[in-house]
């Protein structure tokens, strides 16, 4: 079956690193994304891998490894702004999204 | 980017009436569109997959009666929650995927709130 695992909740502190990890496992694979999502609102794209490596955009980076199906996504020099929660998705043949449940960040001043 | 909307953002009604989501893609061409629901605390759950000019693909445990999926144009996909009941108070969100770029993205539209009172 598909299936999408995260941690349900971290805790870091503002000015910190913290890494986000996620396992995942599809029915072929078009790539692994990460949102962002704030309360009430609709998930926002921070990265797109589909090659094994690190992609680094700014204060954030998004790792891939397909032979262990895992990814992390890097958050540095965290801001309070960051606390949200951080969604992993892998998209599969049919280019449809498998959603893993999210990972609720909680950034402490 | 590529730009989507939903409309409205927000909506009351009484149970038993129906509502009508519109998506539209405002920027690019959409022959693929999702529609999901999202209770609070809970990740997003795919309801169904629309393809314009042809039937939407439903998951399994969504009503394909209840929730009416049209895909009448490549900008444009709606959601009709007919006959609504409390218990389909959720936040509605779709998405729109361009495949003309490199990367197959899904663009999300802001959302929906509906409260069936």
């Known amino acids: 079956g598909q299936n999408i695992d995260q941690p349900t909740e971290m805790t870091a502190t503002e000015g910190a690193i913290v890494q986000i990890n996620c396992t995942y496992q599809?029915?072929?694979?078009?790539?692994l994304f990460w949102y962002q999502q704030h309360a009430g609102e609709a998930p926002t794209f921070l990265s797109y891998?589909?090659l094994d490596g690190l992609e680094e955009k700014g204060r954030f980076s998004s790792f891939l490894s397909r032979s262990k199906g895992y990814s992390y996504l890097l958050l540095k020099e965290l801001q309070m702004k960051d606390s949200a929660s951080y969604l992993c998705?892998?998209?599969?043949?049919?280019?449809?999204?498998?959603w893993g449940a999210g990972t609720k960040l909680i950034i402490k001043p | 980017g590529a730009v989507v909307s939903q409309h409205p953002s927000r909506v009351i009604c009484k149970s038993g009436t129906s509502v009508k989501i519109e998506c539209r893609s405002l920027?690019?061409?959409?022959?693929?569109m999702f529609w999901y629901r999202q209770f609070p605390k809970q990740s997003l759950m795919l309801m169904a997959t629309?393809?314009?000019?042809?039937?939407?693909?439903?998951e399994q445990g969504v009503e394909k009666d209840k929730f009416l999926i049209n895909h009448a144009s490549l900008t444009l996909s709606t959601l009709t929650v007919t006959s609504a009941h409390p218990e389909d108070s959720s936040f509605y969100i779709c998405?729109?995927?361009?495949?003309?770029?490199?990367?197959?993205?899904?663009?999300f539209g802001p959302g929906t709130r509906l409260t069936v009172t």
């Open positions: 998405s729109a995927l361009d495949r003309v770029t490199d990367l197959p993205e899904q663009y």
């Open positions: 920027d690019f061409q959409a022959t693929t």
């Open positions: 629309s393809n314009e000019g042809s039937k939407a693909t439903y």
């Open positions: 599809t029915s072929g694979f078009n790539g």
């Open positions: 891998n589909v």
């Open positions: 998705a892998a998209m599969d043949s049919n280019y449809q999204l498998i």
